[in-house]
């Protein structure tokens, strides 16, 4: 189960609680009354057998007596009482359950997942305080207080932490789309709500409390699709063990996350990235009415490795110019304390104009010269006008509330103190490193193919023996057949050290095989020093991988460096039985990378392995050749290194073609939108290339077929493209007859795609290969809706 049903869960237009009370400290009286005091327009009925009426609402026995299907049953009746409840409502047509209740077993949460899978109910819970839809006046929980509408979504897995979050936010004026409490997330859990979350209209930006993680690979991929539209920002509970913190942190950065370290980090993260996401700038500029607060600005900006702008000449002599003799001459922008409000409008003219005021932080403190709120009326409209490029701080309390609320009125990003505000900015360079990585489409490279059966064999022959660990003879030969440079015999210990590193891999319990890269010798003893990285690992996430390490080899060296990682991440691959590895000293010098050696541990039990990868791997079992006009094409999975090759396929093709293809004018694609065609997930996504690799002009692209599966693996949608110049030559259906075998063999039950009318050829050549075409009731008259059933008949 994924996300079938949620939208019952999260935005019904009925309910019932079973378990509703009179009783005062009871659970199922507070959900009753919060329900009944949200405001909520759907029908509502509350359950108590011993009831006859409930706060003047009818009361029923059971679940067959409620004279409607509720879309939500909320559960506060006993544990053995839940599994018998999921059976009948799932027969009665109910397809979403929030289990409130605690205390439930082992047992009775198998047997309550039994009773719902046969109806795709879908199950919260249990031990969770509910959920709150505030959009639809929707308060199905035991919280406190109601939460006012906005455009966040959160979702936790501790109750109290939710209730305490939001009478934080209600005494902010945050609001929400949803507040979710996902207990024990025996069936509905992060990934679930990540990929319902992403499609919501009414969430921004989606903010998750997480204590642990049960399905790392469906949580990464859904994680990675979400961070792709919509900030997700992340609180993790626990920074113990610290190497598997660090491991977390890696997963966080490779899906394009942002985690922050505190509950109200969580919102000023959030608020950021609302009204200051797009701004590029790495520096920040202050502009402030007194140097003791650019003070405080420069120091907080120096612990955070923020790095201030410097003024350029043109900047400096406008400012020069409007400014008293005494100010600052320098980042931070000191406009001295006697400013009146046309000096702040003066100053913030000539920073909006200069390009090295890409950021801007608008420091004030209230001074008895100049009216707070003067000054803030007079600057709201210039800066509205350029929010994108403000942050804001002004410092006080009552003087300057109005001042506040005025920026606010405006949509400026303001913070309490300096220091915070200057956070801020630091998650935001943190977020945008993370989103480069994500998007990341790097140069095409190929390592050398390891020598996979040598290296099986070494490990069989261990293993058969009854070893664990390998032998220093035996570690470097596996080494030498994955493609890590190893020293052998005399040369051992000869190779100048320049620099000494280390790389380490092990099976985190969580999120599978990860890699460590670090200092070598006395530097690299601890198990959580360096930075961590989720294999596979490409070119780019390698370099990525030496820059978090803090490592700086000579740029000739990079690559063998990159290699020798890359290496390390196949080895974790082709190798389930490898449980750890310790290759240090790994020695860089100008011929390369050599290693001396390595401590390789085995494991019978194979806790590695693609199977373990929390990042699903290239299929690279899927690459054939095909047969075509009298020649060999190669057939494979697109790369995200085959940007450039994909930008050449689709600039060949005519406008007509693209037209047809992304049924809109044909345009120059972005690097972002060229990443998201060749940066897939290949757990829910496949894209197959023909490759023409004997082209004169080197390697070309000829047709892509494209597959995008929901969630659930029940649906999926397809797209068909064919180089302009080759077109009409039979190379269409090859493609699309791959995509089919390939969807038939992945369980898909329904391939979907949507065609305009008027392209005749595609819909031609859908008909012969079983598809049924139809107008689509839900598109323009010029779109038609074809579909093919992939189960096996009977």
Request: glycine share 8%.
């Amino acid at each position: 189960m994924t996300q079938r049903h949620l939208d019952r869960l999260l935005s019904p237009q009925s309910v019932a609680v079973f378990g509703a009370s009179d009783k005062p400290a009871r659970v199922g009286t507070t959900v009753w009354r919060n329900l009944m005091a949200g405001g909520f327009k759907g029908r509502l009925a509350p359950v108590n057998p011993r009831l006859r009426t409930l706060d003047g609402q009818p009361c029923f026995a059971d679940v067959e007596t409620l004279p409607f299907i509720p879309d939500l049953a909320v559960l506060c009746t006993p544990p053995d009482t839940v599994a018998p409840l999921v059976a009948r409502l799932g027969a009665r047509g109910t397809r979403a359950v929030a289990i409130v209740t605690a205390g439930v077993t082992p047992q009775q949460k198998q047997a309550a997942l039994d009773a719902a899978r046969p109806h795709t109910l879908r199950l919260l819970g249990p031990h969770c305080i509910g959920l709150l839809s505030p959009h639809l006046g929707l308060n199905a929980s035991f919280t406190q207080a109601n939460a006012l509408p906005g455009e966040l979504a959160l979702v936790s897995q501790s109750g109290a932490l939710l209730t305490a979050l939001l009478d934080w936010a209600n005494g902010e004026r945050i609001g929400f789309s949803h507040l979710i409490s996902l207990g024990e997330h025996m069936d509905v859990d992060f990934g679930d709500l990540l990929d319902h979350l992403v499609m919501d209209r009414r969430t921004r930006a989606i903010l998750l409390y997480i204590e642990s993680i049960t399905a790392p690979r469906k949580f990464m991929s859904a994680a990675r699709a979400a961070a792709r539209v919509k900030p997700v920002i992340v609180v993790k509970a626990g920074r113990t063990p610290a190497r598997e913190d660090l491991v977390f942190d890696a997963a966080i950065r490779r899906a394009g996350m942002l985690r922050v370290d505190t509950l109200k980090e969580l919102f000023i993260a959030a608020q950021t990235l609302a009204r200051f996401r797009d701004n590029p700038s790495r520096e920040l500029m202050v502009m402030t009415n007194g140097g003791g607060a650019g003070v405080m600005v420069a120091d907080a900006a120096g612990a955070l490795r923020v790095p201030l702008a410097q003024p350029g000449e043109r900047l400096m002599q406008r400012l020069d110019a409007l400014l008293p003799h005494d100010w600052s001459h320098g980042n931070p922008i000191d406009i001295i304390g006697d400013a009146p409000a046309h000096r702040y409008v003066e100053t913030l003219k000539a920073l909006f104009d200069a390009p090295e005021a890409g950021a801007l932080l608008f420091v004030h403190a209230p001074t008895a010269i100049a009216s707070s709120l003067a000054i803030a009326q007079a600057c709201a409209p210039l800066i509205a006008a350029n929010r994108g490029r403000v942050l804001s701080c002004w410092l006080g309390g009552e003087t300057v509330a109005p001042a506040r609320r005025a920026f606010e009125a405006a949509g400026i990003a303001g913070y309490d103190t300096p220091e915070e505000a200057v956070r801020a900015f630091a998650l935001m360079q943190t977020y945008r490193r993370n989103q480069i990585a994500l998007r990341e489409t790097p140069a095409a490279c190929a390592n050398a193919e390891p020598d996979r059966r040598r290296a099986r064999r070494i490990v069989d022959v261990a293993l058969a023996a009854g070893r664990e660990w390998l032998d220093e003879s035996e570690a470097r030969e596996l080494l030498a057949a994955c493609g890590v440079p190893v020293a052998t015999g005399s040369g051992c210990g000869t190779r100048p050290l320049a620099p000494d590193l280390r790389i380490g891999a092990h099976v985190d319990p969580v999120f599978g095989p990860v890699l460590r890269l670090g200092q070598g010798g006395t530097a690299g003893e601890t198990s959580c020093d360096g930075a961590f990285a989720l294999p596979p690992l490409n070119r780019a996430l390698a370099r990525e991988l030496i820059t978090r390490a803090h490592l700086a080899p000579p740029p000739a060296q990079i690559d063998a460096l990159c290699d020798a990682l890359i290496a390390v991440a196949q080895m974790l691959a082709d190798l389930p039985e490898m449980a750890e590895l310790d290759i240090r000293p790994l020695w860089v010098d100008e011929h390369g990378v050599l290693a001396p050696g390595g401590r390789v541990r085995l494991s019978a039990r194979a806790p590695s392995g693609v199977a373990r990868f929390a990042v699903h791997p290239y299929p690279a079992d899927l690459v054939r050749t095909l047969s075509w006009q009298g020649r060999e094409l190669l057939l494979r999975p697109i790369r995200p290194e085959d940007e450039a090759q994909h930008r050449a396929f689709l600039e060949a093709a005519s406008p007509e073609d693209m037209r047809m293809r992304f049924f809109q004018a044909p345009h120059r694609l972005s690097h972002d939108e060229l990443a998201r065609l060749t940066q897939i997930d290949y757990e829910r996504e496949m894209a197959f290339i023909a490759v023409d690799e004997q082209a004169p002009d080197g390697a070309r692209t000829l047709g892509v077929v494209r597959l995008v599966r929901d969630p659930d693996n029940v649906e999926a949608e397809f797209a068909l493209m064919v180089r302009t110049d080759v077109k009409h030559q039979g190379l269409g259906r090859l493609l699309m007859q791959a995509l089919l075998d390939y969807a038939a063999a992945a369980g898909t039950q329904r391939i979907v795609g949507h065609v305009l009318r008027e392209n005749h050829a595609m819909l031609g050549l859908l008909r012969p290969l079983g598809f049924h075409l139809r107008p689509d009731d839900h598109e323009p008259s010029e779109i038609v809706h074809v579909s093919r059933d992939l189960r096996p008949a009977g």
